[in-house]
């Protein structure tokens, strides 16, 4: 990463937010069998590279939020033991639907001068559901 002085003079790391924070909440039924987990994280505003005087210099924050629910099971009876387990876990990744406006500067035209992805800072994709089949012998 490089750096640079911002608006206001200060010298900041390009790409690098402040303030970001992450959670995490968990529950798992009394047996281990299932359970739910959910993820966050906060992104705080961020120096962007130059682009020319139009762009902006810094991002907007943004929040983002997975949940996903998980149950394991047994295939045969009293094979817990010997480690056999099957897990179906179902989830949202980016809950908030949070995505970045223009991540990709002149997209239409990536062959022309003025083409430039070193600006992407926050997700690009949409919300999307998930399913997951996990076993072990």
Same mark, same amino acid.
């Given at each position: 990463?490089?750096?640079?002085? /911002?608006?206001?003079? #200060?010298?900041?790391?390009?790409?690098?937010?402040?303030?970001?924070?992450?959670?995490?909440?968990?529950?798992?039924?009394?047996? =281990?069998?299932?359970?739910?987990?959910? /993820? =966050?994280?906060?992104? =705080?505003?961020?120096?962007? *590279? !130059? !682009?020319?005087?139009?762009? *902006?210099?810094?991002?907007? *924050?943004?929040?983002?939020?997975?949940? /996903?629910?998980?149950? /394991?099971?047994? *295939?045969? #009876?009293?094979?817990? &033991?010997?480690?056999?387990?099957?897990?179906?876990?179902?989830?949202?990744?980016?809950?908030?639907?949070?995505?970045?406006?223009?991540?990709?500067?002149?997209?239409?035209?990536?062959?022309?001068?003025?083409?430039?992805?070193? &600006?992407? !800072? =926050?997700?690009?994709?949409?919300?999307?559901?998930?399913?997951?089949?996990?076993?072990?012998?």
């Amino acid at each position: 990463m490089s750096l640079g002085p /911002s608006k206001n003079g #200060k010298w900041q790391r390009i790409l690098s937010s402040r303030p970001t924070s992450q959670q995490t909440l968990g529950w798992v039924t009394g047996g =281990g069998i299932g359970g739910v987990n959910m /993820s =966050g994280q906060h992104v =705080g505003v961020m120096r962007l *590279p !130059y !682009y020319n005087e139009a762009e *902006p210099d810094a991002s907007e *924050p943004f929040q983002l939020v997975h949940l /996903s629910l998980h149950k /394991s099971w047994s *295939p045969k #009876k009293n094979t817990k &033991r010997s480690g056999m387990m099957n897990t179906l876990t179902v989830g949202v990744k980016n809950l908030t639907n949070t995505t970045q406006s223009r991540p990709i500067i002149a997209s239409d035209s990536p062959f022309s001068a003025d083409f430039d992805a070193s &600006r992407i !800072y =926050g997700p690009i994709e949409q919300a999307r559901f998930f399913v997951k089949m996990a076993w072990s012998h």
